[in-house]
């Protein structure tokens, strides 16, 4: 009964390859972010869905290319990965009106060698 | 642009003494504010969030306050325990951003037995 889920918890990978990170919230929001935590543990936004509709898209390399098929999916592939890829990245979802709270995932750790 | 800071950034107490964890963000229009508890490897789990017409919200030993007006938030835990040692991040959310979310780099606490 995991409220918002991400595959995979763990990424190890070589710069260049392309890579696809998975989630899935089964809480019935009708938005979905992808947040990005650095190795000085800040977290920023990068993407945000809404009813599989892009509405937020922030200044992030055109490498990273999110999709979500339908509004319980929000899945994000990275292209000709980089070092400085290497991070946590973090799912969220949440119900857009009235700015409610935001679920998150466990996390997935991307690192890249 | 919206900036958060979160005073102090780390915080090590003994079990039992009541604290107050601070936020300040710079754009007081916000729409809401959240406290996360993040726990080492692990996702966020939300702790408390405030509308911006609202003056606090409480759950359990929580109590998180909100002055719009002057930018800032105080979380406050009463009688610490040990099981309360984790980072606490605030975050304010937007209308005009998506409410995505802009975090502050968080207060470690530790509660030492």
């Known amino acids: 009964d995991t409220a918002v889920s991400q595959t995979p918890k763990y990424l190890v990978t070589q710069m260049g390859n392309d890579k696809s990170i998975k989630c899935e919230q089964n809480?019935?929001?009708?938005?979905m972010y992808w947040y990005k935590q650095d190795s000085k543990k800040f977290l920023k936004i990068m993407f945000s869905?809404?009813?599989?509709?892009?509405?937020i898209n922030e200044t992030v390399p055109n490498r990273f290319s999110p999709k979500s098929p339908d509004k319980a999916h929000l899945n994000l592939h990275i292209n000709s990965l980089e070092l400085g890829d290497s991070a946590v990245y973090f799912c969220?979802?949440?119900?857009?009106?009235?700015?409610?709270?935001?679920?998150f995932g466990p996390g997935t750790r991307l690192t890249v060698l | 642009k919206q900036e958060v800071t979160q005073i102090p950034a780390a915080l090590s107490v003994p079990e039992g003494e009541n604290l107050v964890l601070n936020c300040s963000f710079t754009?007081?229009?916000?729409?809401?504010l959240q406290w996360f508890r993040q726990d080492p490897g692990k996702g966020l789990t939300s702790l408390l969030l405030?509308?911006?017409?609202?003056r606090e919200q409480t759950s359990g030993r929580l109590n998180a306050s909100l002055d719009k007006s002057s930018g800032r938030s105080t979380l406050y835990i009463a009688a610490s325990q040990p099981g309360d040692s984790a980072t606490y991040l605030c975050?304010?959310?937007?209308?005009?951003?998506?409410?995505?979310?802009?975090f502050g780099k968080g207060t470690s606490l530790l509660v030492t037995p």
């Open positions: 969220a979802s949440s119900y857009l009106a009235g700015g409610d709270t935001q679920y």
């Open positions: 809480l019935g929001h009708d938005t």
């Open positions: 869905y809404n009813n599989k509709e892009l509405i």
């Open positions: 754009d007081s229009a916000i729409y809401n």
């Open positions: 405030i509308q911006s017409s609202q």
């Open positions: 975050a304010v959310a937007h209308s005009n951003s998506g409410y995505a979310l802009n």
